[in-house]
């Protein structure tokens, strides 16, 4: 079913029937990730049972540790292996979300690798640095691997540990960000960030902390919970001076070396760089919503 779509897709985008970019002819799935998957339709006569089991045809009952109880009638399940042995159902449903009731608060992100996130309200979200802190165990298992005769029992049991730690690092970070995106848009009517380059950052000194701190995956859940529940999310243009530029008076006062923490505008005004970057960011993005509306916005001179 997958190659059928994947080849409708491609001679549609040959012909010129099919919208947007053009789609490229199927090609077979790297598997470089070591994960396999399976998917069994409501032809295939899966189901839930009354305790709930997995029922799957030509494998019988299979117990599940139940994340969620499913909203609706599954009308599809993928069975899916990871690199470390892990298996995990995951069910296509229909759901209907609801908005959550709309508030006055806005806030402004400033992302950064020494904290985590300045919030425009002052908030600072400290960085979790999981993989930092979990890089003694993972060089520990790596080392092991590598010590491993190769096509030997030894070295497939080492490979299942190695990614046994990585998904350790990668599931507390997936967690982390799920839950405090979650808050963020509960307790904000509007989330503004600033569009950063984390491909470009990503091949400087620092690409080892900026892959750690997950920015793309934590703007994701963002955008895509502010979606879901009527938020309203907007990415600040990467090259808005938001550093530059006092938050009290507009000044803006050149460029600062990473160094400074804090520094003084002409006006008077004391600023901390990442919670002046902060409230510029919240003051950009609601400029920008406010044209998008067709409203006269006035900012500082």
């Known amino acids: 079913a997958d190659a059928n779509t994947a080849y409708r897709n491609f001679f549609a985008s040959l012909t010129g029937k099919r919208r947007g970019r053009r789609v490229g002819a199927p090609r077979f799935r790297s598997r470089r990730d070591n994960r396999q998957a399976i998917r069994f339709t409501r032809n295939a006569r899966f189901a839930v049972t009354d305790g709930r089991m997995l029922r799957l045809p030509k494998i019988g009952d299979v117990k599940l540790a139940w994340s969620r109880d499913l909203p609706s009638e599954p009308s599809s399940v993928t069975i899916v292996k990871d690199a470390s042995g892990r298996y995990f159902a995951s069910f296509v449903v229909v ?5 959550l009731p709309e508030l006055d608060t806005e806030v402004g992100i400033d992302l950064g690798l020494s904290t985590f996130a300045v919030l425009s309200d002052g908030t600072v979200i400290e960085s979790p640095r999981f993989f930092r802190r979990a890089e003694r165990r993972l060089r520990r298992a790596q080392q092991n691997l590598s010590r491993k005769q190769k096509g030997s029992r030894n070295r497939a049991k080492a490979r299942i540990e190695v990614a046994k730690a990585h998904a350790r690092v990668s599931d507390a970070r997936t967690d982390w960000a799920h839950k405090h995106s979650t808050t963020l848009i509960r307790e904000n009517q509007a989330i503004y960030v600033e569009d950063l380059c984390v491909t470009g950052l990503a091949r400087t000194r620092l690409a080892k902390s900026v892959h750690d701190a ?9 955008e895509e919970k502010a979606a879901r529940y009527g938020r309203v999310f907007g990415k600040v243009d990467r090259f808005f001076p938001s550093t530059q530029t006092c938050s009290d008076c507009g000044r803006v006062d050149g460029k600062k070396p990473l160094s400074v923490r804090t520094w003084t505008c002409p006006c008077g005004a004391v600023h901390d760089r990442d919670l002046n970057a902060a409230r510029n960011i919240l003051a950009a993005g609601r400029a920008e919503r406010l044209n998008a509306c067709g409203e006269t916005v006035s900012l500082p001179a």
């Not at 759901?95 to 908005?99: A, H, K, L, Q």
């Not at 997950?214 to 963002?222: E, I, K, P, V």
């Open 214 to 222: 997950g920015w793309g995956m934590f703007t994701r859940m963002l």
């Open 95 to 99: 759901t209907t979300d609801e908005p």
